[in-house]
């Protein structure tokens, strides 16, 4: 990272101290995108564009929501002139008339957008702008448009062809891996001797995708585990004093924890990229390893549980709490007729299958109240990825026959 | 580069082998492009992507040209769609109708181009797709909104915040050099002697625009020669037997040569961003460089003194020649009122001035017919540099008062 | 450091694998050693020195013992045989007679250590060899010859032109940073915590010297502080709250802490070299810093206190420490002659002078106990150090003049 | 490569400015090595170093010579203090009297190379000026012994295990790519082109050694061909218009070329390290590769003939050549016993076998002057090296059994 960084970055570290020579901080931000949207020239665009971000960094929290009401008014597309262009490219559909339909529809927010996008560093402060336009969404709702402009842009900036996989171990830079410490969403680290323990043993790996313009973030990242069997718990994978195989032993990979990393960048899905290259990554490297497979939580069992009046108590350890389960990840449906649970809905729209539940799989009080301690494994089978979505993407919920036998036994106790 | 190649293209070298098997071959390449339109998985899509740019490689003239007429018609915005959704949004601006105008304004051929985009070497493809539709485009002018398109997704993939700046040396690799021998445009390269001769010497300096998606392929590039004054003529730059000067000598760095790269890329301007990021690279590097200049061919000039009536005989050796030029760079104009010369265009747009003009500065029979062998020196000075574009945005061509004063002097003679 | 250790790193990860398939294990250690030293295939040899350095790493203490004895005993040099060459290389001085005398003097220790540093880690392997034997050698002086050798092919091995000078941030790698807080050996790091206060904020540089083969560990490193001043106590250093500066206010880069790090390695003298280095590598990148200096410890202080039959009750408060401290410093000497403070041998050896002494400088109980919290700076002037040190080597201790005022003080209250 | 030496060379760079202010240039080469011999500090001792390696380089023949006398005479061992020094040590054993043979033992010129290698590039350095030496040997054999310190000296620094093994590729930096064509000791390379034919094709490969401290030098290299039998001419692998294999059709990996590229280093042998390693690469990266063999030239084959009184005319094309080059390859013998084909001691030695012999396999003029155009396959199985190694050893010729038929044929005829 460090030497990807130094690629990116070196060249263009020089960038501020230029640029705040010609520093123009006269006017409030809105004037100061006003100018940046009039100029011309691309040296005074990029000291602008430079004055802007960082003056959007100073600003209150009030502030912000003036900015980004700015945005969403002052800069919206014209209606208008967009449905006059499109009339002229309907009677004569040629390059100028097309080109202005284009000119015409762009919100002027997305040249803007595009403009401050102009040094080194701009790209991530754009994407903490968007997280701060979705912290804001439940409230001003009409900040929509906005989000939805900067999500369209960075759908074409953080492009898959453009994301850079890197491994992430104990060699990395230690200002990477406080970030890992920072964003792991789902088993928590705790100290760098915790992490340690994820990233230096002979059995884990670990990978995340980058994007040029930010060399210094991860994006998504996910921990794996290598075992010779598919893990039955969260406790064992994590267990100080696992016994330690020999590199041919490994034949299977889990995916016991993915995490992304970037509140502005919600909506723009890494996950499936990064458990297909992962995939290919590790088939290639370890020829021994045959199977792919996720050791992952089901956040909203215990939700499910109480929105169907099931009594939940004493259920951890219940004899049919893993058919209970089985049947809630097959069955339980969102209205739009999905399943209930997201991160089921994520595997499954992968390619993945339903393999096993566990009971008693992750002790930690979180996963006790979320879903009593239960776990699953999905498991992505290379050949029958592709089908298999398919199948999710036409409703079928595919899992293992004995998913779907457990699944029944459920129902028959029922 | 290898090492930048390295880091971008080693994790995803893998991709053609696992993708290959999984090849979908049936079908010709509009049936598979509305396959890849109709997808939804990732996982089927990249393969479909993979066969697509694959098949379009084998494609004849003739196939190619049915190819971007499938482009142009049946992947363009639906019109109607379009009005429709506008008026749903000014009816009741909210994320839903906004978020369907994207839907309906954006060309099917759109989504595919970024669908396309899925795998290391994808991009490069792209672009050279739009190289064969701009070659084709005067003999098929309804092209020109298929054109526009790529274009608009290029401005926002090659934005200049993800450009990497990357000196060119003879310790670069000899797979970036050949791409530089081929690429030069201004004075031609024969040999890798005379490459060597570019790059080598303690007083030469070449700087290339790369992008991490096409870590091979140069954008543009300058090359710089360091002096102790400004360079009157071409063959004093490229003289073998010039003096070599101690590092500390040097006070002026002479741009002698840029060449854009990419035919497909053509319309994204590079050149702007590229100069100015080289003067602020040299000016760290070397605090004794206090001179940035250009040493430019003028390459209207005979057109314009042909269309001018004008007795072209022996003007290269008249004294007429240095002020006939000065006033061809400062008087003539295009039918927009913008400067004849198209270097000139260039560099005065950047903000550089016109600081001299040189009689048998270009003794190479090209620059001979072009010119007369007539060359000008553009001066970049870093604290004008915006006010001279905007002086030129508002029609003024900057000139340094020596110019000025032998321009008039060939109105006098006139 | 991933990057240099990949480098270094990456085609010699596979011997291990191909070597142990190739196991020898029979035989005890001497008795691989006399085959290894027997054979005459590299082959052979390769897997020979890997068995032999596994087996070496299992030994128990007792049997590396007699493995020493057996180095020391049985691996001499041949006396006779050496004493025969050397006359016979008198009587016909020629090539054949010369190389016999290399031949004969030259002990099989040595060739076997030789033979031994046949791949990668072997290097590392062989210097903890010596870490071992010198802990045992007050035990056993007669180690000493086998202790020398290894120190002789260290000497020529870790040749100052062999060694890399490596900024340590907190950009560097983990498992090289975790090697940091644990050899730091004047101020202690406690924590991960502790150690990004060292190398994140940009008023501190860390730099340390590699050797190629031992890409994963540090030979010795050295902290600095960059400050508009030369500092008075360790306490201003490494306070959390201290203003930041800008870049162009540091004029003074304090060397606060030098570290050795590999116990086999004692005796070949790397901190010289390393703060020239680093001297050298500031002035070039911080054109602002003038002035480079220590804030040292004075580890025998107390000692010679005590010696002196001094008085040192309150002597950490006392008016006359200052004094007290600069004379020792000046005057206090061994019997070779030499100052009685090993770090200011090494100072003044190394072409410093003595600046400035500092009461309340650091207030650790250890520094309070040796040196009753007193500190000293020792002054780097880069065109004085080679005229310093020789003066030095003519034993007169370089002081300023304040430092000479100041010991005389002390001895006028004597 | 422009990485490697990045590393290394980065942080070095600026030493020649720093020490060059310091510059002593009083005094004669000679004066300037006592001065060097006597000093204690580093510092000078860097900045004498310096002088003197730029002085040698400005020394005519004559003056060299004079150097090199100095070299042998003034700085050799001290015979009477050795002999004096080893009967104290055999008088008393101890660390002192100990280091005191190696003091005494050690010639000065040792000590004066060792300090010489203090910065950057000197190794360089002392690399040419033992080939200065060698080049001046057989009319000085006097200077035998400084020849043979230097490289003692060479194999402690050269050791196997600090060189680097990279791979050549058309991707690597021209300024290493130009030494290969320079040092192509066997098949010559005319052009950038050709080396480009010989390193970028898919079934090319090509490896060299470096040294950490010279990392723009190439120690030595190896060419490769990938193929799916082994070749049995130079022109078939040798041909543009080879066809093209899958890389999973390649079977046998020719090593076709093999040259030293440090006549300085003449006497230290890597061929034999470089074909190993780079055997356990290739397996390592292309598990389909089998088969390792050389297609080698037979440089004294016709000179053999001659001392035989066979006769000559004729037999690049006689059917009976095929018969003489297997007897000679077996049988014939130097005056010590070892075959009289040094490419043939080289491969045997290192426990390769004769394989096959080809006729009509180099029509290139030296190798028809110098084999009649046969060459020979040696073949390099990785189970039976070490095993061939030792019969070698003893005084077998190992071969295929074609080929002792084959040279059994020849003593039929004969």
Redesign the interface.
Same mark, same amino acid.
């Given at each position: 990272? %460090?030497?990807? =960084?130094g690629?990116?970055g070196s060249?263009?570290d020089?960038?501020s101290s230029?640029i705040s020579s010609?520093k123009q901080t006269e006017g409030d931000i809105t004037a100061l995108c006003e100018r940046l949207l009039s100029t011309?020239?691309?040296? %005074?665009g990029? =000291?602008l564009a430079h004055d802007i971000l960082d003056k959007y960094a100073t600003l209150s929290d009030d502030e912000k929501k003036a900015f980004f009401l700015y945005l969403r008014h002052n800069l919206?597309?014209d209606?208008s002139a967009?449905?006059a262009a499109?009339?002229s490219?309907?009677a004569s559909?040629?390059?100028?008339t097309?080109?202005a339909?284009?000119a015409a529809?762009e919100p002027r927010r997305l040249v803007l957008f595009?403009r401050l996008?102009?040094?080194?560093g701009?790209?991530e402060r754009l994407v903490e702008m968007r997280a701060d336009i979705l912290a804001h969404l439940s409230e001003m709702?009409?900040l929509?448009?906005v989000?939805?402009d900067l999500q369209?842009?960075f759908?074409?900036?953080f492009?898959?062809?453009?994301l850079?996989?890197?491994p992430i171990?104990?060699?990395?830079?230690?200002?990477i891996?406080?970030k890992i410490i920072a964003y792991e969403a789902v088993h928590s680290i705790d100290s760098?001797d915790a992490?340690?323990l994820r990233?230096?043993p002979a059995d884990r790996r670990c990978f995340a995708f980058f994007h040029?313009?930010m060399p210094d973030e991860p994006l998504i990242f996910v921990e794996v585990a290598l075992t010779d069997h598919i893990p039955h718990s969260i406790q064992e994978i994590l267990a100080d004093d696992r016994p330690v195989l020999n590199d041919d032993a490994f034949t299977t990979a889990t995916f016991y924890s993915i995490s992304n990393c970037q509140k502005g960048l919600a909506g723009i899905s890494f996950g499936?990229?990064l458990i297909?290259?992962v995939v290919?990554?590790l088939?290639?490297d370890m020829s021994a390893i045959k199977q792919f497979v996720t050791l992952s939580p089901i956040p909203r069992l215990a939700k499910w549980v109480a929105s169907e009046g099931i009594d939940a108590d004493g259920l951890a350890d219940a004899e049919i709490a893993p058919a209970l389960t089985a049947h809630y990840l097959c069955h339980a449906k969102r209205a739009d007729g999905q399943p209930a649970d997201p991160v089921a809905r994520f595997h499954l729209n992968?390619?993945a299958l339903i393999h096993a539940v566990h009971q008693h799989a992750d002790t930690a009080p979180l996963a006790q109240k979320q879903s009593f301690g239960m776990m699953v494994n999905y498991l992505y089978q290379v050949p029958d990825?592709?089908q298999n979505?398919?199948k999710y993407?036409h409703g079928t919920v595919v899992a293992a026959a004995a998913i779907h036998s457990l699944a029944k036994k459920y129902n028959a106790t029922d």
């Open positions: 990272m %460090s030497l990807f =960084s690629l990116l060249l263009f020089r960038t230029w010609q011309t020239g691309e040296a %005074s990029q =000291s919206d597309l209606i967009s449905i499109l009339s490219y309907k559909p040629d390059s100028k097309y080109s339909v284009h529809i595009t996008n102009a040094e080194d701009a790209t709702p009409e929509g448009p989000a939805f369209q842009l759908i074409s900036w492009n898959r062809g453009f850079v996989l890197r171990s104990w060699q990395s830079p230690a200002h891996l406080e760098w992490l340690r990233l230096a040029p313009a499936n990229s297909k290259t290919r990554e088939s290639a992968n390619g990825i592709a979505h398919e993407a």
